[in-house]
């Protein structure tokens, strides 16, 4: 297998204030050191630790919030662009050190004006230079791309340092073959999100006070965010959501659990949450400020309604059984991919959001459960296998590298 002396760069947002890409990185990391592989991170963004000014939240949510689409269309492309070049002694020292460079997990490879397209290719630039092989892992592939963003990620697909690429489901291989051609999705192979590892990578949860009162997790996210990242055709106001958000406290509460409100972190949703909190007296509102404030909500529930995809993957690492809304085409490829029933999926509609609130038991997450243990126990095993066979291919291809 690999020498003890190997190390990898894993490369992708793992200092995101959306905590998700952290446990996607957590868990990678974990895993490799299980196979005596070293690893460091390389966060895309610029971004060294979790830490964000006051001034950065205030740009990054005016940018979000802001009317003119031709204030995202310059800023976002141009900002990857000054990224790149600000940390390009750090990156290349970090790339030249490395024996791999592994670009993933999380929805990278999606174009939201360019940002990922950007980064990514930059990234693969360094690599080329530094004469690093680089893998592209454990993605999710947005269905809708621009043409200068398709033919950047064709670029960072075809190099000839790119000895391997996984997908996370079966639904992003059939995306790069629409936008990428066949002859880069035979190269594919599909595996399921890190994040599936992430109750073996805790060997035991953080302890929460929550703990002591049976609870529901309910998942809260900025609307606006869901209206900007996307890629499903379907109606959706804030009014719609919020009195979502209300019949599910009420729900919760007549099954005499206590309802919690919590966020995977990111600024605006915590914002949004608290602007919200005083219209919902009944639920308790839990502040997600580090990535063990995550686990520890998540995994003591007894049930989660899941919003972003990754409360959903931590739900299903811990056993816990769970509802997710429907956002976006990734949450119902990873439903689909670890088979899960679709009846846990509901969509973000106005119609789906009443649906679901009316219709939902919570009588029926013990049933649920049980579901999700057998699921969870056959996609890790899974996943396991394409893992091991990933760094033999990896060792292979670094030493036919060296001898040609």
């Avoid at 997790?217 to 979502?244: C, K």
């Avoid at 509460?253 to 990111?266: D, M």
Wanted: neutral net charge.
């Amino acid at each position: 297998m690999t020498k003890k002396d190997t190390h990898y760069l894993i490369a992708a947002v793992p200092y995101s204030d959306n905590f998700g890409d952290a446990l996607i990185h957590n868990s990678l990391a974990w895993k490799l050191e299980n196979y005596d592989i070293s690893s460091e991170a390389l966060d895309i963004a610029g971004r060294h630790n979790f830490e964000r000014s006051a001034q950065q939240n205030a740009i990054k949510d005016k940018i979000l919030k802001s009317r003119f689409e031709w204030v995202r269309q310059l800023f976002i492309p141009l900002n990857s662009m000054l990224v790149a070049v600000k940390n390009y002694r750090n990156w290349m020292s970090k790339v030249k050190a490395a024996d791999v460079v592994l670009m993933g997990g999380g929805n990278l490879i999606s174009d939201v004006y360019l940002n990922f397209p950007l980064k990514l290719y930059f990234l693969s630039l360094f690599c080329y230079f530094a004469n690093t092989n680089y893998a592209v892992v454990y993605v999710g592939v947005a269905k809708r791309m621009s043409g200068p963003g398709r033919w950047l990620f064709k670029r960072l697909f075809a190099a000839k340092q790119c000895l391997y690429i996984s997908v996370r489901d079966a639904a992003s291989k059939d995306n790069i073959a629409y936008l990428f051609g066949a002859q880069i999705a035979d190269k594919v192979v599909v595996s399921i999100d890190p994040a599936v590892n992430l109750n073996l990578s805790y060997s035991e949860a953080p302890h929460s006070d929550l703990s002591k009162q049976a609870y529901a997790a309910i998942n809260i996210v900025n609307p606006v965010v869901l209206m900007v990242n996307s890629d499903n055709d379907v109606s959706f106001n804030e009014q719609d959501y919020q009195q979502w958000i209300s019949q599910c406290v009420a729900k919760v509460k007549a099954a005499g659990l206590l309802p919690v409100l919590y966020t995977n972190g990111a600024q605006e949703d915590q914002q949004y949450m608290q602007d919200i909190a005083s219209s919902l007296p009944d639920a308790k509102v839990v502040s997600v400020e580090q990535v063990d404030d995550l686990v520890k909500v998540v995994s003591q529930a007894q049930c989660v309604f899941a919003t972003r995809l990754h409360s959903a993957i931590s739900a299903f690492s811990f056993s816990v059984p769970f509802t997710v809304m429907s956002w976006d085409s990734k949450v119902s490829a990873f439903v689909e991919a670890v088979k899960l029933p679709t009846s846990m999926l509901f969509d973000f509609s106005r119609e789906g959001m009443q649906q679901h609130s009316e219709t939902i038991q919570l009588a029926d997450m013990s049933e649920l459960q049980q579901q999700v243990v057998q699921a969870r126990h056959k996609v890790v095993n899974a996943w396991d296998v394409e893992f091991r066979d990933m760094l033999q291919r990896l060792e292979q291809y670094q030493a036919e590298s060296q001898l040609s």
